[in-house]
């Protein structure tokens, strides 16, 4: 098996996997926490990942989103219980990966924390303190790493900063990094122009320069932090009032948008990566939330947002096994 970086040299498109979560309540489970699932419900962890590789997945995450310490402490968990519950899902994603008997990479996801950092906040009454934040996302680093996993995965970044003091904590393990942020809608006023930004106003491109300024909080002494990520995108989708800019819409357009600030910058050989939500997130008549984009209704899309330059495609929140599944054919089909 060719290693990370040199199976991303090929250019041929990876497929990742989709939504952990929407396949724990899929299979009845709802906890505060999904990263315990890895240590309450260690066959469905198990079972999951395994359903995705037999879909088609080249690459699945490990179930860590929420494993960091003050993720557990929210959820009434002592922070003691993280490092654990972060090994438990690298081993239990290696063993969905030997029972398939493919070749398939893995991927330590790490997401954002449960509220502002400093580096945004201007304080730590309202925001982490970036010791904190620091702390935290090199114990999720650290425990992933020792694991084994191929390379980490930056996810759901609402901040450019925060994504950038991970980057800087993530930089030593000396594994492949990829990041994605996650965006709304916007658009300029003066030009009209629709341009995606995140929570804290950061846009494809200014994600580029505060990791390659070394900015963000993350004390990196203007280090570049560019020149140790090898995959940038999107992921998620918050927009909640705006159809075409959900789902495989958002993923094209959010895609066109990287592409051009990667060029400007004489980036173009990074790869792109986009793993959207099944649309806009509503309320059925029990008053649970379901996404409305079926499998055939995102995989029509997989050609244009090929097109559009991304490398990895998978889903986010609301998308299954059957959306992978169907992902899969039309990759195969855009290959043929």
């Not at 620091?134 to 084994?148: C, F, I, N, Q, S």
């Not at 947002?305 to 169907?326: K, M, P, Q, S, W």
Request: with cysteine; hydrophobic share 40%; aromatic share 8%.
């Amino acid at each position: 098996m060719k290693s990370f970086l040199e199976r991303i040299a090929d250019d041929r498109p990876l497929l990742y996997d989709g939504g952990f979560g929407t396949e724990l309540f899929a299979r009845g489970i709802e906890l505060a926490n999904s990263a315990l699932a890895n240590e309450l419900y260690p066959d469905i962890v198990r079972d999951i990942h395994f359903d995705y590789i037999e879909a088609g997945s080249e690459v699945v995450g490990t179930n860590t989103f929420v494993a960091s310490f003050p993720h557990l402490e929210m959820a009434g968990k002592d922070a003691s219980e993280s490092e654990g519950l972060i090994r438990l899902s690298v081993e239990h994603a290696r063993t969905a990966i030997e029972r398939s008997g493919k070749d398939v990479y893995l991927a330590g996801s790490i997401g954002p924390l449960p509220g502002a950092i400093e580096a945004d906040s201007g304080d730590t009454e309202f925001g982490i303190a970036n010791s904190i934040a620091r702390d935290a996302h090199e114990r999720v680093g650290t425990t992933l790493a020792e694991g084994g996993v191929d390379f980490f995965c930056v996810e759901t970044m609402f901040s450019a900063n925060e994504a950038a003091l991970a980057v800087d904590v993530l930089r030593q393990f000396d594994l492949p990094i990829a990041v994605n942020q996650t965006y709304k809608y916007t658009k300029d006023r003066a030009t009209g122009e629709i341009v995606y930004k995140t929570d804290w106003g950061h846009s494809a491109a200014d994600l580029l320069e505060i990791l390659a300024a070394g900015l963000g909080g993350a004390q990196s002494g203007g280090r570049d932090l560019l020149e140790h990520v090898q995959v940038v995108g999107l992921n998620c989708g918050a927009e909640s009032r705006r159809d075409e800019h959900t789902g495989m819409p958002y993923a094209i357009t959010g895609i066109g948008q990287l592409k051009r600030a990667l060029d400007a910058r004489g980036e173009a050989r990074k790869r792109m990566m986009a793993y959207p939500n099944a649309g806009r997130a509503r309320l059925d008549d029990q008053h649970r939330t379901y996404y409305a984009n079926t499998p055939d209704e995102m995989a029509a899309c997989v050609p244009d947002l090929l097109e559009a330059g991304a490398y990895f495609i998978g889903g986010c929140c609301g998308t299954g096994v059957a959306h992978i599944r169907a992902f899969r054919d039309a990759m195969d089909r855009a290959a043929a």
